[in-house]
């Protein structure tokens, strides 16, 4: 593990990226200068951003309530998670409020975020069945989730590894259930996630994947995936390694300049900074609900 060579290990958000902003990924991933510079960037609170806390936040915490035991899993424990998640991947050792630190602007509108976040759990208390049996859960260290990352890595050509994060594995009557928990507002989603992870949970587990689901922990709403019938595993390999061609054989990368910009870490070195800087204004209150994370 002490020699991965991360530059042919691909994941879903890797590949997004590419798809999003080929000049983004070649900034994250390829470029000798700036892809140093990513650790220090994220540690930028110009780069810290709030949704991305809550994000984080709502996901540890469901890490965290999984890891109880069965008769601990309730209400009062599952907000109480909440706590012991809330924090800055900038200073995770910073206690509340995290201020700029975790991307808000003041008290209240951490508030704010803080009771969103308290809302996306209550629906998932209501709407998650509790008695399904757990296969898989991220480790519960939450600073050193890049070890879930390194162990999943598998294969899957010559010179190209796939890799990623689980939120959750469930055991179904005949295989297995992949479950992605999502806390934007956006319910249009490409299934491209849940079929990668298809194949990597396949992979890793020795066990089939018949179904996948993505939880709207904003709305409560559960959409499930057919990964049986529609989605073959040698098709979804297909799929993947025809993405990663795609970049490899790259010649130009291009900006692709969209509302999106505001979030890249790159933004102050694109080239392409005039369509930049259009994007990045100030959005109206509602458009980051809109993002499709």
């Not at 587990?205 to 995936?225: C, D, P, Q, R």
Request: proline share 4%; charged share 30%; aromatic share 14%.
């Amino acid at each position: 593990m002490m020699d991965l060579d991360f530059a042919k290990i691909y994941s879903v958000s890797k590949l997004s990226l590419f798809d999003q902003c080929p000049k983004a990924y070649h900034f994250s991933y390829l470029d000798p200068i700036y892809s140093r510079m990513k650790s220090k960037l994220r540690k930028d609170p110009a780069n810290i951003f709030a949704f991305n806390t809550l994000g984080r936040a709502v996901h540890d915490a469901l890490t965290l309530f999984f890891h109880l035991e069965k008769t601990e899993q309730n209400l009062k424990n599952l907000k109480n998670q909440l706590k012991l998640s809330w924090r800055s991947e900038a200073m995770p050792h910073k206690l509340p409020p995290l201020g700029a630190w975790g991307g808000f602007t003041d008290i209240e509108e951490e508030r704010r975020y803080y009771q969103d976040a308290l809302n996306m759990l209550i629906n998932f208390y209501k709407n998650f069945d509790l008695s399904l049996k757990v296969y898989y859960l991220p480790t519960k260290d939450l600073l050193r989730s890049i070890e879930d990352y390194k162990k999943l890595i598998k294969p899957i050509s010559l010179d190209s590894d796939i890799s990623g994060k689980f939120d959750l594995i469930v055991e179904a009557d005949d295989g297995l259930e992949v479950v992605d928990f999502k806390t934007g507002k956006n319910e249009e989603q490409d299934n491209f996630q849940l079929r990668f992870y298809k194949l990597l949970a396949e992979l890793n587990f020795n066990k089939f994947i018949k179904k996948a689901s993505f939880y709207y922990l904003k709305t409560g709403n559960i959409k499930e995936f057919d990964l049986e019938t529609e989605n073959k595993t040698e098709e979804i390999k297909e799929e993947i390694l025809d993405k990663i061609a795609k970049i490899k054989t790259a010649q130009e990368f291009e900006a692709r300049p969209s509302k999106l910009c505001k979030y890249c870490l790159f933004k102050n070195f694109c080239p392409a900074k005039n369509e930049v800087r259009e994007f990045i204004k100030q959005p109206e209150d509602n458009e980051v609900e809109d993002l499709p994370f």
